[in-house]
């Protein structure tokens, strides 16, 4: 198939580029800037210029394409608006064909689920920075009426690679000395090794039926301050960690610092189930510690 692929360039979308590649698939990646095309032809994929902020361009593309993956996100106050408007206009450019159309959303919109393990039937309780995507993942779901295959994923937590929210306890250790976590350190994360999750986008792309709905999260919760621990140990700060109270993240983060104290369980059983999913990426753990992560990778 020739794939629409939006964020080729970005942490997930170029883990999900290779893994299309690798199962024969060609990649149409959207570009930005004409040096992010050069970038995406030097790695086999075919540019597409265009911007999420012009949805027009990202309409082009899926129209052009077999289907259509959507992993892109601006950033900032306006990455709201141009998701939305860039989802809309991929749903139209595939209405009336059979066309996958593969969304991406998070885990986030579960809000906290405590003790509770979360599924796919699970009732949503999205953390304010992604109350949005609650509403346009039903939109997505429903535009199965119109046409195309459309699916939904749910990435739980993402690591591997260096990248990733993790990212961010490694390189405070590094900077001061410990590792730093919003709220008290007993919050679960959910995890899902990034090249684990190209493979799922692979597989759903090419068996998952219309209106599917897959969280991607394999192996237990982890507590952040377990968490921070391993990522100061990797960082060379021997296990050395600092709260930052949620109050006080508030204040510089904004609604991201209720996003990273969220305490979550998620499943990824249906995917497996379902798909034949098989995650096997390193322990988050031991991926801190002396993985991606480590003093020794810092600069991969």
């Known amino acids: 198939m020739r794939v629409f692929l ?9 883990a999900v580029a290779e893994a299309l590649q690798a199962a024969g698939h060609e990649v149409i990646g959207l570009a930005r800037s004409e040096e992010q095309a050069r970038q995406l032809a030097e ?3 075919r540019p597409h210029r265009g911007d999420l902020l012009q949805p027009e361009t990202v309409a082009a593309g899926a129209r052009a394409a077999d289907a259509a993956i959507h992993t892109a996100n601006t950033g900032g106050a306006n990455a709201a608006a141009a998701d939305i408007a860039a989802t809309r206009a991929m749903l139209r450019a595939l209405a009336g064909s059979p066309k996958p159309f593969l ?3 998070g885990v986030w919109v579960l809000g906290s689920t405590g003790d509770r393990i979360a599924d796919e039937s699970s009732p949503l309780q999205p953390t304010p920075l992604v109350a949005y995507r609650a509403a346009l993942e039903q939109e997505v779901l429903s535009g199965k009426e119109r046409g195309p295959r459309v699916i939904v994923i749910r990435p739980a937590d993402v690591y591997g690679r260096g990248g990733g ?21 007993r919050n679960r994360w959910s995890f899902v090794e990034v090249e684990d999750l190209a493979r799922l986008y692979v597989l759903a792309l090419e068996k998952a039926p219309a209106g599917s709905l897959f969280h991607a999260a394999h192996g237990p919760a982890v507590r952040m301050r377990e968490l921070a621990e391993a990522a100061s140990l990797g960082a060379g700060a021997g296990g050395k960690t600092a709260a930052w109270p949620l109050e006080e993240a508030r204040k510089t983060l904004g609604a991201f610092a209720d996003a990273l104290a969220l305490d979550q369980q998620v499943s990824g059983a249906k995917a497996e189930r379902e ?3 098989q995650p096997r990426g390193r322990p988050v753990l031991e991926d801190l510690r002396a993985g991606s992560y480590a003093w020794q990778g810092a600069g991969a």
Not at 6 to 14: D, L, N, P, R, V
Not at 165 to 185: C, F, H, K, P, W
């Open 103 to 105: 969304y991406t959303s």
């Open 275 to 277: 798909l034949g999913w």
């Open 6 to 14: 939006t964020g080729a360039s970005g942490y997930i979308g170029s």
């Open 43 to 45: 790695r086999g994929l």
């Open 165 to 185: 929210l993790l990212r961010m306890l490694t390189q405070s250790a590094r900077e001061t000395g410990a590792a730093r976590y919003v709220g008290d350190g």
